[in-house]
């Protein structure tokens, strides 16, 4: 069939035409996503939000240890800034840390120091006896001991030392730290303890001299307890000028001498049985005396008798008076000890003197003193201070419970007392 122009025209012009775009739907599903962003940033920020103090809490350490290589804090005014928690941690640590050698050392030096100014004291003293031998020759013999300057008066130093140092000398010298000899003279001794004071005069030494002495001072041996560091000074091994340290190992000893008790201090510090001396403390007072024949033990350690307890008698010396003696070997009767063996509260005689002022009184061992020249003595320290005060060669009274057939009764024996040689 023939087409017709009309059919052949309307082909031709057909189009194909885009689908309409619907602008209300694009815009509907933009705000949709501008929304759902929203959202999820707000739910970012919260999980950041709950999560943050965990977060700084799991780094805050690593940030504040490089901070000491930075730039400083401001200083906060005095007065007002409190140590942080790591510096007193810091502090704890220093204190507990343990001693090297080096600490050591230092302590050791401190110590040294300490007994090196203190030596001003210490002397050296010669004793010279003179004697014949058994082919009637002639001879000298020489002995070496330590003594401290304790004391000093106008003209002359009061020097501290032992009896056995001087024997029956006919000579004494004394030397000093700078070398320099004097002659010495003997003040006075206990024969009770074997306490001893001499006597150097100020006119026998140079200015020099002079100026170098130091009198030692008297500290409290009540301070003295077990484990307290001392120093020994004099010849404790035999050696003068010597410096030894050490520590107290007990305090609780007790020797018992004729009318007196003394406390004895042990240490750990090696000593010659023929030792004299002094032992300080660290600061350099004087708490004690060599005395090596009142050791208790077989070990070649240091002994000293409590320098308070001796003060009484060193004062005695001081002053060249006698020391008056009885004659009794004494204890306390304690409460314990009373009620255990039905005694009377006292101070129990344990032993009496042969020829002694007690025997020619009357008095007898398990006798129990309560009254010394009518001042009461119940312990064995009011009866020592009560016997010192009296005057040898003088009679007073000592009352004593003596035990009989009905009981103990009360005793009154009138002693005059004397001086041991």
Known sequence: MKETPLQKSDFVREQIKDKPKNRKRLLVRLLTSVLCGAAFSLAACIVVLIMLPYIQKRLAPEQEAPDTQGSEAPAEPAGTQEPSETEETQKVIEVEREMTIED?????????????????????????VSGT?????????????????????????????ERKVIGDASRISVTFTDDAVAPASLVRYDG??????????????EETTRRTVSVIEMGSSGSVHKGT???????????????????ITATSNEISTWDCNYSVFTTDIAAYKNGSGILINVAGELVG???QDYSASSANTLTAVAVSELKPVIELLFADKDIPYVGLHVSTVTERIAAAYDL???????????????????????????????????????????????IPGEEYEIVVMRQGSGGYKSVCCTVEPGVRH
């Open 104 to 128: 050591y050392q230092r302590l050791q030096n401190e110590l040294y120091a300490i007994g090196t100014k203190a030596n001003k004291s210490i002397v050296s003293i010669t004793s010279v």
């Open 229 to 247: 560091i001392v120093i020994a000074l004099g010849s404790p091994l035999g050696t003068n000028y010597s410096i030894l340290t050490g520590n």
């Open 344 to 390: 009377p509260k006292g101070v129990y005689i344990k032993e009496v003197a042969m020829d002694s002022p007690a025997m020619s009184a009357g008095l007898q061992s398990g006798d129990v003193i309560v009254e010394v020249d009518g001042t009461k003595a119940v312990t064995d320290s009011e009866y020592r201070d009560a016997v010192r005060k009296l």
């Open 289 to 291: 005396v060599v005395m």
């Open 133 to 161: 031998d058994w082919f009637d020759n002639s001879y000298e013999q020489e002995g070496l001991g330590s003594g401290a300057v304790i004391g000093e008066t106008d003209t002359a130093y009061l020097i501290l030392t």
């Open 192 to 205: 009770n303890t074997g306490v001893a004071v001499l006597s150097v005069e100020k006119a026998d030494l």
